[in-house]
């Protein structure tokens, strides 16, 4: 996680975890990525998929966390719930997007 909400440190860490190979970085709700335009064997696995099923997952750094956080809003508030993605030309929206829509 990101201890404080600045440029520097926000970029330290997802620099650190993406040479990691972790490319999603949690803060909070918000859920940061960096594409790592390549294939990340396993990153979206049906088994990787399957093991964020559940009703009392904590916030993972991952899409399907996120996904799995929104469908139990979904499930047990009865609420609409929101996913936004955003970011710049190519950064990945529409697969991430996908990302979702697969876990849903």
């Not at 993972?60 to 139990?72: D, E, T, V």
């Amino acid at each position: 996680e990101v201890p404080e909400l600045h440029a520097a440190s926000v970029l330290e860490a997802l620099d650190s975890r993406f040479a990691a190979g972790q490319i999603y970085t949690l803060t909070g709700p918000v859920l940061l990525s960096v594409n790592p335009f390549r294939t990340i064997h396993g990153l979206y696995s049906e088994e990787t998929l399957c093991g964020f099923v559940s009703e009392t997952q904590p916030l993972r750094p991952h899409i399907f966390s996120i996904a799995n956080h929104a469908f139990q809003g979904i499930l047990h508030r009865r609420t609409s719930q929101t996913v936004l993605v955003s970011g710049e030309s190519g950064a990945g929206k529409t697969e991430t997007t996908k990302f979702v829509m697969q876990f849903l």
